[in-house]
């Protein structure tokens, strides 16, 4: 049984750290593209960033370059999302997501529809 489960949110200051870890088991990383989705009140969840392990390596949302590293540790199953100089737009819901390793331009994708396995989410609160 596929299972995802997130941890390290919280309540950050702006330009603060926080980092996420996204727990995996029932499946092997290295078949799968991973992602990091967030979800905002009263907006559409959207992809933060994904990882292919093994793999041509990550893909970023714009807002995100150069303040999020997404990384992955396969003898643990785990994978991360630090996130650095954090800003009050990005507070949501994050959820890790594992779906089949689904490329464009050899990069993994940060579509909501190429994801089938979802965590439960932890939420991220950026506020002063």
């Known amino acids: 049984q596929l299972q995802l489960v997130e941890s390290g949110g919280g309540l950050v200051q702006p330009g603060g750290s926080l980092r996420l870890s996204c727990a995996t088991s029932?499946?092997?990383?290295?078949?799968?593209?991973i992602a990091w989705f967030r979800q905002a009140p009263g907006k559409e969840r959207e992809g933060v960033s994904c990882?292919?392990?093994?793999?041509?390596?990550?893909n970023y949302l714009d807002s995100v370059k150069g303040r999020f590293t997404m990384s992955s540790d396969n003898a643990n199953n785990t994978v991360y999302l630090q996130m650095n100089s954090l800003r009050p737009e990005d507070t949501g819901v994050y959820y890790c997501?594992?779906?089949?390793?689904?490329?464009?331009?050899?990069?993994?994708?940060?579509?909501?529809?190429?994801?089938?396995?979802w965590g439960q989410g932890t939420q991220v609160t950026v506020s002063s």
């Open positions: 029932g499946f092997t990383l290295d078949y799968y593209s």
């Open positions: 990882i292919l392990t093994g793999g041509p390596g990550t």
């Open positions: 997501a594992a779906g089949p390793r689904v490329t464009l331009f050899r990069l993994c994708m940060l579509r909501k529809d190429k994801y089938n396995y």
